[in-house]
């Protein structure tokens, strides 16, 4: 299996901050990467797919970014709305498999 | 949009059986392979198992492979996960997912989530 791994596990930031969280994969993805948002008690939600895609209506400050094994996920100009756990995951092949999740608190 | 509800969870003991069930609407749901993803208490997210749109592909995880399996019912919008020689190490949220329609195994519309609990 494709080993996930997420940089750093968790971080204290401010609103209006740049976050940048990083995801490494055991081999290269060839850009098969997606990032979610999880708030406590509900279920995720999908905000970057294929690297770089942003999802319908997710807002612009997120992007997404890497190549071959090492990924990016970036939120410029942190709002409150914005504290929550962050995973990766790669959907390259069969089994999927996450990152263990960056908690983004104040 | 899209609306997908989980249900079937509970307390069961060790050895045992459950089956979930995840009831869609509001899309055309023939069209899109269904996924089953957990989560254990304060854990991170496990793929287990996911459907193709006929229904004739299944694809499962090593650690519920043998244990566990997905169907679905296309005239009931319905997809189901069956559980059995449940361990306490199955127990946690479990989500159903859908495959996004330009992307493999990447889950644009999720549930609720419903909690599966393995104790004795």
């Known amino acids: 299996d494709i080993q996930m791994t997420q940089s750093p596990s968790s971080l204290s930031a401010s609103v209006g901050d740049r976050v940048t969280i990083t995801c490494r994969a055991s081999?290269?993805?060839?850009?098969?990467l997606n990032w979610y948002q999880q708030k406590a008690g509900t279920a995720p939600k999908l905000l970057i797919y294929?690297?770089?895609t942003l999802e319908s209506g997710v807002p612009s400050r997120f992007s997404g970014g890497g190549s071959g094994t090492s990924y990016t996920l970036t939120v410029n100009g942190l709002q409150p709305d914005d504290f929550a756990t962050y995973f990766c995951?790669?959907?390259?092949?069969?089994?999927?498999?996450f990152g263990q999740g960056t908690r983004v608190e104040i | 949009e899209g609306q997908l509800v989980e249900a079937g969870g509970g307390l069961v003991k060790p050895g045992g059986s459950l089956k979930l069930s995840c009831a869609a609407s509001?899309?055309?749901?023939?069209?899109?392979?269904v996924n089953w993803v957990r989560q254990a208490p304060g854990k991170g997210l496990e793929w287990v198992a996911s459907?193709?749109?006929?229904?004739?592909?299944?694809f499962y995880a090593e650690s519920v492979k043998g244990r566990f399996t997905i169907s679905r019912d296309n005239a009931e919008n319905s997809v189901y996960l069956h559980m059995s020689s449940l361990r306490v190490e199955d127990s946690g949220v479990y989500f159903c997912?859908?495959?996004?329609?330009?992307?493999?195994?990447?889950?644009?519309?999720w549930g609720q989530g419903t909690l599966v609990t393995v104790s004795s």
């Open positions: 509001e899309f055309s749901f023939t069209k899109f392979t």
């Open positions: 995951q790669q959907s390259y092949i069969t089994p999927s498999t």
């Open positions: 294929a690297a770089s």
């Open positions: 081999q290269s993805l060839s850009g098969y």
């Open positions: 459907i193709s749109a006929s229904g004739n592909y299944m």
């Open positions: 997912a859908r495959d996004h329609d330009h992307a493999y195994l990447t889950f644009d519309l």
